[in-house]
């Protein structure tokens, strides 16, 4: 079995993530095939020096590479890699934090922008999930490709949408951010479908508190727990509604608003505002919370909208982006290994040193 920190040397192109798992995995994977770049987990620790080849495609995840999410670590890592590939890609899944001045996120957010400056002078080409990340990342990045594409759904797609649904309001994803949806104006959810003769579905790894376990046991919840991928596409082509609780202007770069829209489900957004942002408009192809609903009808034509946006960044459309984007910046800013050695100083790249 290979070591985590011992990668293959035999590939010509590498999809990079940070280790464990989650929902950058799961993107990475969907576009790793087509791309010819199987996933490689890269660790402080991982022995890098004898990786050379064609694409180096890096998903980026502050988080998911350093826990304070300043992986100063990563940039270093890449210039020295940088000389060795023909190109260099990097997806962009998040920028920086941002807080109140009593926060971390406050004190961190500097270094974390610094990061990601460094991180798209360095790259080929990059994409990202929001027009407004698109809009800082383009103050620092050179004149290469680069796109902006809301995530897509890791849980499967429906070809077609059928207009007929079960009365079910289904509240899918991770235990924190299904608990967000259930703790919305103290338990608004539950209020909504006893009053909409609705059933709610619980999708997702088990909920720790438990309390609030007992509360959906009490409310008549169906528990479903944690599903296959077939399974939760099932259960999302079958349901009427699904409510997350998400930021709206961070609403396109989450993988439950974008599975309920690769479904045809009605999305309920609870949100603190409703600005339009990445096309999305309030209850046009979302419903702006609990109230907004003003009938059956009403859903299905706000899920048929919320189909037709996601549509143009499908599974299918975002991997012939990656291909692309791969095709239009071959050559790189750097030449092929064996026309410029590995330390040189070509390959230091540019930007504040970390």
Not at 213 to 235: N, Y
């Amino acid at each position: 079995m290979l070591d985590r920190f011992q990668l293959p040397m035999n590939m010509a192109s590498y999809s990079i993530i940070p280790p464990g798992a989650g929902g950058v995995r799961d993107y990475a994977s969907i576009l790793s095939g087509p791309l010819h770049a199987p996933l490689l987990e890269l660790a402080e620790a991982t022995e890098t020096s004898g990786l050379s080849g064609d694409l180096l495609l890096v998903h980026f995840s502050g988080y998911g590479f350093q826990a304070r999410g300043v992986p100063a670590w990563l940039v270093r890592r890449l210039r020295q890699m940088r000389p060795r590939f023909n190109q260099v890609g990097v997806v962009f899944h998040e920028l920086f934090a941002s807080g109140p001045p009593w926060s971390s996120a406050f004190w961190l957010s500097g270094a974390q922008k610094r990061i990601a400056r460094e991180l798209v002078a360095l790259a080929d080409f990059w994409v990202t999930n929001r027009e407004e990340s698109a809009r800082w990342l383009s103050r620092y990045a050179g004149p290469v490709p680069h796109k902006v594409l809301p995530v897509f759904s890791n849980v499967g797609e429906l070809d077609t949408v059928d207009g007929r649904r079960q009365d079910t309001l289904v509240v899918f994803g991770s235990a924190e951010v299904r608990s967000k949806v259930y703790a919305w104006a103290n338990g608004q959810v539950f209020d909504y479908a006893k009053r909409s003769q609705l059933q709610i579905h619980d999708i997702g790894p088990t909920i720790g508190d438990v309390s609030l376990q007992a509360r959906l046991s009490e409310e008549g919840v169906a528990v479903r727990g944690k599903l296959s991928a077939d399974e939760v596409s099932a259960a999302l082509a079958a349901a009427r509604l699904g409510a997350v609780a998400y930021p709206v202007e961070f609403v396109a770069k989450s993988g439950v608003f974008a599975a309920y829209c690769a479904h045809g489900v009605c999305p309920i957004l609870l949100s603190s505002s409703y600005a339009t942002h990445d096309g999305l408009v309030a209850n046009e192809h979302f419903l702006a919370g609990f109230n907004a609903l003003a009938g059956d009808s009403r859903a299905r034509v706000v899920g048929s909208n919320a189909r037709a946006w996601y549509e143009p960044h499908r599974v299918s459309a975002a991997q012939a982006a990656f291909q692309a984007l791969a095709r239009g910046s071959v050559g790189g800013k750097y030449p092929v290994p064996g026309r410029v050695h590995a330390g040189s100083e070509q390959g230091a790249g540019s930007g504040v040193t970390v």
